[in-house]
């Protein structure tokens, strides 16, 4: 079966965390908004014209008549369809709060960029950016990472032992994302990241994983999306 | 088998979702936190010496030697257990969904009081937490609950249709929480929310939330939680 997913055209973004999912498993599937008339495609299906169980949101994953949307939830499907989580139910639920956990993490790093609200610009709240930025690289980063970094060195090499899971592409992401928005802050903090900048190179250099980085379907970071960079809130 | 659910002893927060569905399937539980001893107990498993699966932070269950953590991950085990989400695999991820949908949007509850960070007091951030408050006001809580009333009004009487879901639990939370922390807004609000509050009346009415409502268990709200009543923030 081919996939559909569906979500903006012109960023990584939260989808990202799925594209990546999707290239590990080798899965077809269209990038529905990123053909011509997709994202009004998109829209008949947020609308709930089409269909009971409308998503809140992009992204979501269609599967044939199944909708599944938000990034965990569309990761756990994936995971069980693709060999990409644990089978057993304990570990299917280790997983997905890890996942869960990454969530909360790509929330705080929107927030960097608009902590005022995401309906208001970037330019109408740079000062609060700021400070949020700070506190965020103070004591958000060095708590979640440090996680991240700590069951590394328990299970490793992957995250939660010697097969890979979707939480490991989506820690790829994680490190890509704060390597491209806040280069200062994260070339300081990655020496005490070893682990986990060791597991960053292990998921790149995966066959099917470099040569979707290196295709056009890799859209390149930009200030649109999740990660952005903003010089005066990198130090 | 009784479950252990640990969360933070003094506030509703993000447990009361999981302590509302404990009600609501009439398991047995200890809240492991509340008791002599407690707090230390949950740290030492967030620490990670005793278990190879150490959650991020509370709220997280135990069911024997099954740690689960995350609101949304705990609530999609209990539904399975104890009939409160569809057996599906299209219906489980349906409510899963819907419950990301509400984590979200607690999350952005916490921000309106916490717009530059959680490590900040609200007493050094209220001109940031007005501005993040009105534009929740005028754009989020409309979105979110919005979409939630469109939902009722298809599938109703329950936001899946005839059957009593976590969701529709975690929805009765939200309604209580909103009229605690923003009783001026939210009374205006709820006009448009017509099924919503329908809703949270009939859950209310439930034999065992009922009961459960009017015992101990239930912690009042307070200005340690998600649910914040600040009157600068209320208008």
Redesign the interface.
């Known amino acids: 079966m081919r996939y559909e997913l569906y979500y903006w055209p012109t960023i990584q973004g939260r989808g990202e965390f799925v594209r990546l999912a999707l290239a590990e498993a080798g899965a077809e599937y269209t990038d529905v908004a990123r053909r011509s008339g997709g994202v009004a495609k998109m829209t008949v299906i947020t609308d709930?014209k089409r269909t009971?169980?409308?998503?809140?949101?992009p992204p979501?994953l269609k599967a044939g008549d199944?909708?599944?949307?938000?990034v965990?939830?569309i990761l756990?499907?994936l995971g069980q369809h693709h060999g990409l989580a644990p089978k057993a139910?304990?570990g299917r639920?280790?997983v997905?709060?890890l996942q869960?956990?990454i969530?909360?993490f790509v929330?705080e790093v929107h927030?960097t960029h608009h902590?005022?609200?995401?309906?208001?610009y970037y330019e109408d709240q740079r000062a609060?950016a700021k400070?949020?930025s700070d506190?965020?690289w103070?004591?958000?980063v060095p708590k979640?990472l440090g996680?991240f970094e700590?069951?590394l060195g328990?299970?490793g090499p992957y995250v939660t032992g010697h097969k890979v899971t979707y939480v490991d592409l989506s820690l790829f992401q994680l490190v890509e994302g704060l390597r491209y928005a806040f280069p200062k802050r994260m070339n300081r903090l990655e020496k005490k990241l070893p682990r986990l900048i060791a597991l960053r190179d292990r998921i790149a250099s995966r066959a099917r994983i470099k040569a979707y980085l290196a295709s056009d379907a890799r859209i390149a970071f930009n200030e649109e999306g999740i990660f952005r960079r903003y010089k005066a809130l990198d130090r």
Chains 1, 2 share one sequence.
């Open positions: 709930g009971r169980t409308p998503p809140f949101a979501f199944l909708i599944v949307s938000h965990a939830n756990m499907y139910e304990a639920l280790w997905n709060g869960l956990t969530t909360d929330a927030d902590p005022l609200g995401p309906t208001l609060a400070r949020r506190e965020f103070k004591s958000r979640f996680y700590r069951l328990r299970n």
